[in-house]
T-cell receptor, first 112, second 111 residues
Framework: SQQGEEDPQALSIQEGENATMNCSYK?????LQWYRQNSGRGLVHLIL?????REKHSGRLRVTLDTSKKSSSLLITASRAADTASYFC????????????FGKGTRLHILP | NAGVTQTPKFQVLKTGQSMTLQCAQD?????MYWYRQDPGMGLRLIYYSASEGTTDKGEVPNGYNVSRLNKREFSLRLESAAPSQTSVYFC??????????FGSGTRLTVV
């Protein structure tokens, strides 16, 4: 079963607007990561937030983590056409290994 | 360039045929993973290897075998391919509790 569930499944916004995607998960985590996948390509790591962190920034990306609600959000500010992709959250849950479990992803489409 | 290399990029098999997907990383990572991705789904873990000489099952291991040949290479074998194994396969590696590095994928079709 999926650990992480992204919401919404698909999102279309105008270029220049902000895009927000959410991820909810079921069990306690060590860390939560966000990845981007362009059509037909592999996944690219965007940002990792640890369970003891609440917010993290990287360029136009802002990630929040609320462990009490078991949820995270990814905000992309001032969206660009190149941001069109699928975005996945992945959770690390084990203290024994680095295994992470992916959600089904949000398909983001930036309209010109 | 440093990274994860997968071969082949595309493959078509007939039902019952066997094949091995190859993965190699040059980052000296300990852990390596095989995932499959199906339409509308995220990535599901097939097998992983936390270190050279060890392998463990993931969420969907049935119909697959793996070999951690050395620290660099982690192969995935389909002994008797089935149409349900049509998918895009991704290999990834990681060192410590950091981010994964993914290969560009192998698109497999079983007819």
């Amino acid at each position: 079963s999926q650990q992480g569930e992204e919401d919404p499944q698909a999102l279309s916004i105008q270029e220049g607007e902000n895009a927000t995607m959410n991820c909810s998960y079921k069990t306690s985590i060590n860390n939560l990561q966000w990845y981007r996948q362009n059509s037909g390509r592999g996944l690219v790591h965007l940002i990792l937030i640890r369970s003891n962190e609440r917010e993290k920034h990287s360029g136009r990306l802002r990630v929040t983590l609320d462990t009490s609600k078991k949820s995270s959000s990814l905000l992309i500010t001032a969206s660009r056409a190149a941001d069109t992709a699928s975005y996945f959250c992945a959770t690390g849950i084990s203290n024994r290994d680095d295994k992470i479990i992916f959600g089904k992803g949000t398909r983001l489409h930036i309209l010109p | 360039n440093a990274g994860v290399t997968q071969t082949p990029k595309f493959q078509v098999l007939k039902t019952g045929q066997s094949m091995t997907l190859q993965c190699a990383q040059d980052m000296n990572h300990n852990s390596m993973y095989w995932y499959r991705q199906d339409p509308g789904m995220g990535l599901r873990l097939i097998y992983y290897s936390a270190s050279e000489g060890t392998t463990d099952k993931g969420e969907v291991p049935n119909g697959y075998n793996v070999s951690r040949l050395n620290k660099r290479e982690f192969s995935l074998r389909l002994e008797s391919a089935a149409p349900s194994q049509t998918s895009v396969y991704f290999c990834a590696s990681i060192e410590g509790r950091g981010d994964y590095t993914f290969g560009s994928g192998t698109r497999l079709t079983v007819v």
